[in-house]
């Protein structure tokens, strides 16, 4: 079994960590940043084994933009998030995933009939 990418990784980790600041949030203020933290916290969770690279860019684009956006106490531990997230997305190539969506499908030793020889084509 090979080890999860750095991407993969990130999403997990960086899930659970923003899904509990999101929670943890509601105690000390009502903040829309604490919703924040929530959505792209369970979408990292939701998402580490499908699609971490995606998620990885997304979360570090709005996290940097975030903080350059409004950097002031809070604008450190956004930028940090940022550049972890971009710096995950990098190190992880775009052909590593953990299921068989982005790979070609076992060729046949059978040769095809001109029916499926046409509909492969196609697709």
């Given at each position: 079994m090979a080890p999860p990418s750095p991407a993969r990784?990130?999403?997990?980790?960086a899930g659970v960590v923003l899904f509990l600041a999101g929670?943890?949030?509601?105690?000390?203020?009502?903040?829309?940043?604490?919703?924040?933290?929530?959505?792209?916290?369970a979408a990292?969770?939701?998402l580490?084994?499908?699609a971490p690279r995606p998620y990885a860019l997304c979360v570090g684009a709005i996290y940097t933009v975030l903080a350059i956006?409004?950097?002031?106490h809070r604008g450190w531990p956004h930028l940090a998030v940022g550049l972890l997230a971009l710096?995950?997305?990098a190190a992880t190539s775009g052909s590593s995933s953990t299921d068989d969506a982005g790979k070609e499908p076992?060729?046949?030793s059978k040769p095809l009939k001109p029916r499926a020889q046409a509909a492969a084509k196609r697709s």
């Open positions: 990784l990130f999403a997990t980790l929670l943890a949030g509601f105690f000390f203020d009502l903040s829309w940043l604490n919703y924040l933290y929530l959505a792209s916290g990292g969770l939701l580490a084994g499908r956006a409004d950097f002031s710096a995950a997305f076992p060729k046949s």
